[in-house]
């Protein structure tokens, strides 16, 4: 059984770092082809895909954001780590982070309950 | 960027009835594309992948269709746990892999 939980702040101040953990379960990152991503989702908008590491520590980041993320990953801790920079009022969101079954053309088919941060001084 | 223009943005519909939405991407995604269920204050569920896969343990109610920029997805007998958001998602080549705007199902 696959899961998946976020961790981190609920709360961060504007130009501040935010640093979130997903520490997940039920496959290993290590396996060829999987992969975990981080998705984000303001309050009453859609979902916006941010990054998404692979298991041979390839990573893709969304081009509006790429200069302000980072992912990482701890395989011996099934953990991965996003980092965001420079944090802004509308960087407000419900963040998720999701299990990819595959490389090619990956999609999320598990998903972590979503931690909500707030971005405010 | 891939646009995914995701339409209606919200419908009502009674119990029973046939749902249809649709999603329709910039450039030709080919069957990279898949449709997920949200409720108030959950995680997104996956319904369909590549474009008409049913995710295992999804009601067969639940179906999608197309290919190249024009998609559809449809609930067959809309049932009152089927209240949501649904979303579409294109995951062609390139990042990023961007979502449409949602779909609100209510009932009538």
């Known amino acids: 059984q696959i899961t998946l939980k976020e961790s981190g702040p609920t709360l961060v101040k504007p130009t501040q770092t935010l640093t979130l953990t997903c520490t997940f379960s039920?496959?290993?990152?290590?396996?060829?082809?999987?992969?975990v991503g981080w998705i984000r989702q303001p309050p009453g908008k859609a979902l916006e895909w941010l990054a998404l590491?692979?298991?041979?520590?390839?990573?893709r980041y969304s081009p509006s954001l790429k200069s302000r993320l980072t992912i990482t990953k701890d395989t011996s801790k099934n953990q991965v780590v996003l980092t965001m920079t420079n944090m802004d009022p509308v960087d407000t969101a419900t963040y998720y982070c999701?299990?990819?079954?595959?490389?090619?053309?990956?999609?999320?088919?598990?998903w972590g309950q979503g931690t909500l941060v707030t971005v405010s001084s | 960027d891939i646009q995914m223009t995701q339409s209606p943005s919200s419908l009502s519909a009674s119990v029973g009835d046939r749902v249809t939405i649709t999603c329709q991407a910039s450039?030709?995604?080919?069957?990279?594309l898949n449709w997920y269920q949200q409720k108030p204050g959950k995680a997104p569920k996956l319904l369909i992948y590549?474009?008409?896969n049913l995710e295992t343990g999804v009601p067969s109610r639940f179906s999608g269709s197309g290919s190249g920029t024009d998609f559809t997805f449809t609930i067959s007998s809309l049932q009152p746990e089927d209240i949501a958001t649904y979303y579409c998602?294109?995951?062609?080549?390139?990042?990023?892999?961007?979502f449409g705007q949602g779909t609100k199902v209510e009932i009538k």
């Open positions: 999701a299990h990819s079954p595959r490389a090619a053309r990956p999609y999320f088919d598990y």
């Open positions: 039920g496959f290993s990152l290590s396996t060829s082809g999987v992969g």
């Open positions: 590491i692979y298991w041979d520590d390839d990573k």
């Open positions: 450039q030709d995604i080919s069957n990279y």
């Open positions: 590549d474009a008409s």
């Open positions: 998602q294109q995951y062609d080549n390139l990042p990023p892999w961007t």
